[in-house]
Nanobody
Framework: VQLQASGGGLVQAGDSLRLSCAAS???????MGWFRQAPGKKRELSAA???????YYADSVKGRFTIYRNSAINMVYLQMNNLKPEDTAVYYC???????????????WGQGTLVTVSS
C-alpha cells in the first residue's frame, strides 16, 4: 500500500482545511490514521478510523477534526475546523491491516503534508 497525502497549506486561526490521503491499493480492511508532528515534538496520532467506520480522536482535536473514508475509491480525509496555531505540524496519513483501531503501530506511511496556522 502506498499513501499520498495532500491538502496542507497556510491558514489563519479559525479557518478550515481538509486533508486527503489517496491509497494505491485496496484498504477496505485497513485502519487508517492521521498523525502529526510539530517542530521539536514527537509524532502523535490525531485521528483514526477503522475499516467499519469507528473513529478515535485525540483530546486536542476532538470536536474540531473529523476523519472519514471512502473505501470505494481508497481515500481517507481529515476535515479540520476552527484551526489553532498549535495545530501547526506536518500531517501524515498511515495505514495498517487491522480490524481494530490501533493507536500506535501503523505499517504504511504517506510523505506528509505541512499545515501552518497563523494567529
Amino acid at each position: 500500500v502506498q499513501l499520498q497525502a495532500s491538502g496542507g497549506g497556510l491558514v489563519q486561526a479559525g479557518d478550515s482545511l481538509r486533508l486527503s490521503c489517496a491509497a494505491s491499493g485496496r484498504t477496505a480492511n485497513y485502519a487508517m490514521g492521521w498523525f502529526r508532528q510539530a517542530p521539536g515534538k514527537k509524532r502523535e496520532l490525531s485521528a483514526a478510523i477503522s475499516w467499519s467506520g469507528n473513529t478515535y480522536y485525540a483530546d486536542s482535536v476532538k470536536g474540531r477534526f473529523t476523519i472519514y473514508r471512502n473505501s470505494a475509491i481508497n481515500m481517507v480525509y481529515l476535515q479540520m475546523n476552527n484551526l489553532k496555531p498549535e495545530d501547526t505540524a506536518v500531517y501524515y496519513c498511515a495505514a495498517v491491516q487491522d480490524y481494530g483501531l490501533p493507536r500506535y503501530e501503523y505499517d504504511y506511511w504517506g510523505q506528509g503534508t505541512l499545515v501552518t496556522v497563523s494567529s
